[in-house]
């Protein structure tokens, strides 16, 4: 198992400047460094970082594994 360690100021950057809460903006962050697409159905967060993260919906992803169901133990 890799370990990535998170990146407190860049995610306080990107808070700051799309006013949003830093927990959120933790989520973009190592979204951002991984160069992957970050899971959300905050269609007011969605709208504020649709330019510097790639977002989709649950509703997008679950429609792309056509059918799969994932479930967490």
Same mark, same amino acid.
């Given at each position: 198992?890799?370990?990535?360690?998170?990146?407190?100021?860049?995610?306080l950057e990107i808070a700051i400047? @799309?006013?949003?809460?830093?927990?959120?903006?933790?989520?973009?962050?190592?979204?951002?460094?991984?160069?992957?697409?970050?899971?959300?159905?905050?269609?007011?967060?969605?709208?504020?970082?649709? @330019?510097?993260?790639?977002?989709?919906?649950?509703?997008?992803?679950?429609?792309?594994?056509?059918?799969?169901?994932?479930?967490?133990?």
């Amino acid at each position: 198992m890799t370990t990535i360690q998170p990146d407190y100021d860049h995610a306080l950057e990107i808070a700051i400047k @799309n006013n949003i809460a830093f927990y959120d903006a933790s989520y973009i962050s190592l979204a951002i460094k991984l160069n992957d697409i970050l899971v959300t159905d905050d269609k007011s967060l969605a709208m504020k970082i649709q @330019n510097i993260v790639k977002v989709k919906s649950s509703r997008e992803i679950k429609c792309q594994l056509h059918g799969f169901i994932w479930v967490r133990l």
